[in-house]
């Protein structure tokens, strides 16, 4: 698959890296893909080959949507480590690293910097043993009704009425019957996003967008509520092995086109919030988000 997103390899910080990471988004927004829904169950979380660490917030977005058939990807660095070698004629992809002051008594704003990596396709290596993609121990469905079991102080899911939405005032989502919105996949696509609104309410994680949008419906924090929303649903749908596309996405590209067009910290922010929402759902402890 052509990658029309690479980069020069030696990201530095004296990049506009809003700018840079805004640009990949546009470029896919125009084309009428929305990159955030590109699914990545089938190949596995962005993850790092040598670290095995996977890769948060905006980068998972950044990663997946290359399209490679493996997520793996590492540093020049890293690929000396384990005895491989870049593919004459590849450039580096940019991902974005938040970098703090090393004097912990001075508190100062974390600057964006941004560094390269590869994926595994663009490098010759000595064995393939290297990369090993990790079998999936569950089935998709069994897999989100672990994750809605597991969520932490979970709000009530009522199924009243025929429509899907969050009550934030009293903390309850009300959900169509299972038989009345159609597949398996389909539901739980609606409750996953109705669960990322959930986290947002001032007993989970206190998201200011959420809370000034259910006090005085405040358009701006309702369209950046929204893309937190979008991007964790994906998140969780490629998590557990769900490939789901909505019916809205020509309309929806050109929505979120312009919202990213006017502002260039509007999806760095999002995927931020979107991260913290998932984590928050999957019980992802400090220690690991730390990693």
Request: with cysteine; net charge neutral; glycine share 6%.
């Amino acid at each position: 698959m052509e990658n029309k997103t690479a980069t020069p390899k030696n990201g530095t910080a004296h990049k506009d890296v809003y700018k840079l990471i805004n640009d990949q988004f546009i470029v896919q927004l125009q084309q009428g893909i929305i990159p955030w829904r590109i699914p990545w169950a089938d190949r596995g979380l962005p993850t790092n080959l040598r670290t095995r660490n996977s890769y948060r917030g905006i980068n998972v977005t950044l990663l997946a949507m290359l399209g490679y058939e493996k997520n793996f990807f590492v540093t020049e660095k890293q690929i000396g480590e384990l005895g491989g070698t870049v593919k004459k004629g590849e450039q580096a992809h940019d991902v974005a690293l938040w970098k703090y002051g090393n004097d912990k008594a001075v508190k100062t704003k974390p600057t964006l910097e941004s560094y390269g990596v590869y994926n595994v396709a663009q490098c010759d290596w000595q064995t393939e043993q290297v990369i090993v993609l990790q079998e999936r121990k569950t089935t998709p469905i069994a897999a989100c009704e672990a994750i809605l079991t597991n969520m932490p102080l979970r709000p009530e899911i009522k199924h009243k009425e025929q429509k899907a939405y969050y009550e934030p005032v009293k903390d309850f989502i009300n959900m169509p019957k299972r038989k009345g919105i159609g597949t398996e996949e389909k539901y739980f696509a609606t409750l996953f996003h109705q669960l990322v609104h959930a986290t947002g309410n001032a007993s989970r994680l206190g998201r200011k967008d959420l809370i000034q949008m259910a006090e005085i419906g405040d358009s701006n924090e309702y369209s950046h509520e929204e893309l937190v929303a979008e991007i964790a649903t994906y998140y969780l749908l490629s998590f557990v092995g769900i490939s789901y596309e909505s019916e809205d996405r020509e309309k929806a590209a050109l929505g979120w086109l312009e919202k990213i067009q006017n502002d260039k910290n509007f999806v760095i922010s999002a995927s931020t919030h979107a991260q913290k929402a998932v984590d928050y759902i999957l019980r992802v402890e400090r220690k690991q988000k730390e990693e």
